[in-house]
């Protein structure tokens, strides 16, 4: 068994040093310091976010806009819809049936699955990215010809994508569709 010295002798004096070149003594400000190191670099490891992405428009998972999750609290980006192209073709166009177009307002749209259906004037049918160009949160409405993001107020043209107010300054990507039937298919 060692023995732990905890506190100093009269008669050992060099002790200290003696133990410090044989790399034996951690003072509390080395502890604290370590500790502090560790700390910082755990939170700057929770907060980093993920730059690898190239503003690619295909990710990883098949979906057509992003590899990131949905912020906490939302029902993620696959809610409602596959975000994907593959999966069952209707009408005799053969794309992939995203929408009915009797649910499209003339001068509105809707949101379903990852993208915002539009129909900026009649017979007329627009999808862009659900995912806000400006930090990524999911626009949630579409009112007065605009679509519309919670989290920082961006808003886009229900025309054309392009931002019509707030912080972003990308329009939200397109996705080609067109009218087959009853449907909005992927073009």
Partial sequence: MTDVQTSPDAGTTGTDEKAAAMGTVTSRRVVLV?????????????????????????????????????????????????????GSDSGSGGGK??????????????????Y?????????????????THQGCPVNKVDGGNILCPCHGSSFSITDGTPTGGPATKALPEKKVKVDGDNIVAA
């Fill in 34 to 86: 370590g500790a502090g190191a560790l700390g910082a670099g755990c939170l700057l490891a929770a907060c980093g976010t993920n730059t690898s992405g190239t503003g690619s428009t295909a990710g990883a998972n098949g979906g057509d806009f992003t590899n990131n999750p949905a912020p906490a609290g939302s029902k993620g980006a696959d809610a409602g819809g596959t975000g994907s192209d593959a």
């Fill in 116 to 132: 915002v259906f539009t129909q900026p004037e009649k017979g007329t049918y627009k999808a862009f990215s659900k995912v806000c």
């Fill in 97 to 114: 049936t995203l929408v009915a177009v009797a649910d499209v307002p003339e001068g509105g749209g809707i949101i379903k699955g990852d």
